[in-house]
């Protein structure tokens, strides 16, 4: 009998600013904010805050200066970000323990199949120990039979969690969240979703597919249906693939616009395609990745239904694939893979 699938997510806690609460120990207990220069009267905003500054109402994104007026007694401290790369590393050695199969899915999280392990449990409460170890820093952990849930799982007891969530738990634990903890809705879908007078991802659930449809189009309609339901098979991208090509570049400045990243996007998938004609390949599936501002990073991949080299037929798949990411977000790197077989 096979075991039934079981994807862990972990996820360092207020990353940045734990790694700079290591070198500065005195600061502990304070509302610390780390963004930019570090300074709260020039432009800029906040990468992330500690717990302390959270309670404040600052978050990520959040302009320095509004943090600033929201909490003047907080400490602003500058981006480092070699320092916080460095500790990623340790963080990631740390998990090539745990499986095989790994998705880096960002500069402080990654998914880890553990279906193999008789206790999974077991892996994440070894894994929150050893990070500890070697780290100095806390970590949360969600265990669950998808990524998508994964995900959710890790976030319900920050910091320093450890979430089991199941199919069953759904309707209890999942649904009572507002719509935009979902992977890929973003501040727009969300706003929009309010509109519709759904506020909740249960909400979300309980809206016939078709109205869905309707609202996003064919594919992210359905995929907002399927998330909701907590259904999600993608699998883990543990690396790009040998046997396909690929192209991606990083944008010279980060940018929300889904219109130009759609334009270079098309631009990838021509070369991507031209590389295929010239190794006289035909594409199965086709990737889209894109990789936020933060670092953090996410792929979706679309079937064709017929191999192919088309131009057209590539270009449109990598539209698919780019129409399931949410909008709103700062967009760093926009990349494609053509996948193909002998
Ligand atoms: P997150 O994991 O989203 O946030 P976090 O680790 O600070 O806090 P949490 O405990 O809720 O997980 O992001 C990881 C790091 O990425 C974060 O420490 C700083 C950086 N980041 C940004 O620079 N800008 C952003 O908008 C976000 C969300 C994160
Ligand atoms: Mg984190």
Known sequence: MSRPRRILHVDMDAFFAAVELKRHPELRGRPV??????DPQSRGVVSTATYEARAFGIHSGMALRLAWRLCPQAVFLPVDFDTYARESERFKAVLQQFSQTIED???DEAYLDVSDAPDPAAVGRAIKQQVQASTGLTCSVGIAPNKLLAKLASDLQKPDGLTLLDEKDIPARVWPLPAGKLLGVGPKTEA???EMGVATI???AALPVETLVEHFGEARGRYLHEAAHGRDDSPLITHWEPKSVGREVTFEHDTADMTQVARTLFELAEEATDALRAEAKLARRVTVKLRYANFETHTHTISLPDPGDQHGVIRQAALEGLARFGEGRKVRLVG?????SD
């Open 33 to 38: 904010v780390v963004g930019g220069r570090g």
């Open 105 to 107: 899915a960002g500069i």
């Open 192 to 194: 929009r979703l309010i």
């Open 202 to 204: 249960g909400e979300l």
């Open 336 to 340: 494609v893979r053509l996948e193909f």
